[in-house]
């Protein structure tokens, strides 16, 4: 599993969401021109930890603690 993808959106996810609320598809170069904003808004770190914080019992370490 070391490299596997977990999550990925895809252009249907993206023209979905376009027909949904734009009423129309995007155009390829609309998409491309989308792409890096919408990686951008994705706050993928906060996502990943609350997901382990909240499904794992598991003990978060102590930022402060230096002997680690």
């Known amino acids: 599993m070391k490299d596997d993808i977990i999550y990925q959106l895809s252009t249907e996810d993206i023209q979905n969401v376009a027909e949904e609320n734009f009423g129309r598809k995007l155009t390829n170069k609309e998409i ?4 890096d904003p919408i990686a951008d808004r994705i ?3 906060d996502v990943i930890y609350d997901a382990i914080k909240d499904e794992i019992e ?3 370490l102590d930022t402060f603690d230096k002997s680690i």
């Open 43 to 45: 706050p993928w770190y």
């Open 32 to 35: 491309k021109k989308i792409i």
């Open 58 to 60: 598991i003990e978060e």
